[in-house]
């Protein structure tokens, strides 16, 4: 591969980088909001470098640059894709391969009171500890509100409320799930926001109570901007 071509390689690396991550939320399909100014600060350092190549074999115009196999080639098209189409973020094909995420360990000091908001709007994790962890079983009857994207369960009509969190990148995601009754599911991927009590299974309070949700109302949403966090919506 001749030099001016690993000068575009890298500048068009750089700039798709910067396309993402600098001019547009896309990143987040993908990584953390933390990694933001690391990814701005790669795609200048490529296009700086892209610029440095273009300069060296415009001196030595006429010169063979080192070899490189064919398959470098290859490179282009990831490079090429951040500028004009960028895949969709994870969802319910991911959540559907991985185990979910094991419940946090409870509070030395116990559970405090939940709020009296009714309905309670309630993290997954949150939702998970209290069901599966504390002993003043104070989930119980409550109505909360849970919000999440659909990942179906594999059986017809049976579905997880799901939520990815990520620790940096995609490649570390983990599930939050909560299983649905009660209403019927649209489309996997949609993100919605589930309105209802705790599904009656086990016995409450410890782990052989069913992480679940009888559902009373489902409303579908946008996806919120913290939709890798266990996180209420934001706004």
Same mark, same amino acid.
């Given at each position: 591969?001749?030099?001016?071509?690993?000068?575009?390689?890298?500048? %068009?690396?750089?700039?798709?980088?910067?396309?993402?991550?600098? =001019?547009?939320?896309? =990143?987040?399909?993908?990584?953390?909001? #933390?990694?933001?100014?690391?990814?701005? %600060?790669?795609?200048?350092?490529?296009?700086?470098?892209?610029?440095?190549?273009?300069?060296?074999?415009?001196?030595?115009?006429?010169?063979?640059?080192?070899?490189?196999?064919?398959?470098?080639?290859?490179?282009?098209?990831?490079?090429?894709?951040?500028?004009?189409?960028?895949?969709?973020?994870?969802?319910?094909? !991911?959540?559907?391969?991985? $185990?979910?995420?094991?419940?946090? /360990?409870? &509070?030395?000091?116990? =559970? #405090?009171?939940? &709020? $009296?908001?009714?309905?309670?709007?309630?993290?997954?994790?949150?939702?998970?500890?209290?069901?599966?962890?504390?002993? !003043?079983?104070?989930?119980?009857?409550?109505?909360? +509100?849970?919000?999440?994207?659909?990942?179906?369960?594999?059986?017809? #009509?049976?579905?997880?409320? +799901?939520?990815?969190?990520?620790?940096?990148?995609?490649?570390?995601?983990?599930?939050?799930?909560?299983?649905?009754?009660?209403? +019927?599911?649209?489309?996997?991927?949609?993100?919605?926001?589930?309105?209802?009590?705790?599904?009656?299974? #086990? /016995?409450?309070?410890?782990?052989?109570?069913?992480?679940?949700?009888?559902?009373?109302?489902?409303?579908?949403?946008?996806?919120?901007?913290?939709?890798?966090?266990?996180? %209420? &919506?934001?706004?």
């Amino acid at each position: 591969m001749k030099r001016v071509l690993q000068a575009a390689l890298l500048a %068009l690396t750089g700039a798709g980088l910067l396309q993402v991550a600098l =001019f547009s939320e896309v =990143f987040l399909r993908y990584v953390k909001e #933390g990694m933001r100014p690391p990814l701005i %600060l790669s795609g200048v350092v490529l296009l700086l470098l892209g610029a440095a190549e273009a300069w060296a074999a415009y001196r030595h115009r006429g010169a063979r640059g080192a070899h490189v196999p064919p398959v470098a080639w290859l490179l282009f098209l990831p490079a090429l894709s951040l500028l004009v189409y960028a895949p969709p973020e994870l969802g319910s094909y !991911t959540a559907s391969r991985e $185990s979910p995420k094991a419940v946090a /360990a409870a &509070p030395e000091e116990g =559970f #405090g009171p939940l &709020p $009296s908001t009714s309905p309670l709007p309630i993290t997954l994790g949150d939702f998970t500890s209290r069901v599966q962890q504390d002993r !003043t079983k104070a989930i119980a009857a409550r109505s909360v +509100t849970l919000t999440g994207f659909v990942t179906p369960a594999g059986r017809p #009509g049976e579905w997880y409320l +799901t939520r990815l969190l990520l620790s940096c990148c995609a490649a570390d995601a983990q599930s939050l799930k909560v299983k649905v009754y009660g209403v +019927t599911p649209p489309k996997a991927d949609t993100w919605v926001s589930v309105t209802g009590t705790w599904h009656p299974s #086990g /016995a409450l309070g410890t782990a052989s109570a069913e992480v679940a949700l009888d559902a009373r109302t489902l409303k579908r949403i946008d996806r919120p901007s913290n939709g890798y966090q266990d996180a %209420l &919506p934001l706004g």
